[in-house]
Nanobody, 118 residues
Framework: VQLQASGGGLVQAGGSLRLSCVAS????????MAWFRQAPGKEREFVASANWVGGGTVIADSLRGRFTIPRDRVRNTVFLEMNSLRPEDTAVYYC????????????WGQGTLVTVSS
């Protein structure tokens, strides 16, 4: 599975941004896709995940209500829609993927930097 993330940039606090991650694989039928982030000096943390086929999603408790993870199955793309952004959302955001039978996320895209100015 190859993942290509894009969409990061500089945004003012209170603004919105949408990240994209295009997945390339023989099949995505048994895949979960997710977003993680890593802020400067902090450990990487889970942001959101989506069941590619079933569509079920999980959002980190602290981000629920501001972030969503829609997907476009035609374009093999998962998005991270971020609203009401705060300076503490500043981080490098990574998309990741795993097959159902895998316990952890094995496939990672390059990060995309999101900077939220106050």
């Amino acid at each position: 599975v190859q993942l290509q993330a894009s969409g990061g940039g500089l945004v003012q606090a209170g603004g919105s941004l949408r990240l994209s991650c295009v997945a390339s694989a023989r099949t995505l039928s048994n895949i979960y896709m997710a977003w993680f982030r890593q802020a400067p000096g902090k450990e990487r943390e889970f942001v959101a995940s989506a069941n590619w086929v079933g569509g079920g999603t999980v959002i980190a408790d602290s981000l629920r209500g501001r972030f969503t993870i829609p997907r476009d199955r035609v374009r093999n793309t998962v998005f991270l829609e971020m609203n009401s952004l705060r300076p503490e959302d500043t981080a490098v955001y990574y998309c990741a993927a795993k097959f159902r039978f895998q316990s952890g996320y094995e496939y990672w895209g390059q990060g995309t930097l999101v900077t939220v100015s106050s």
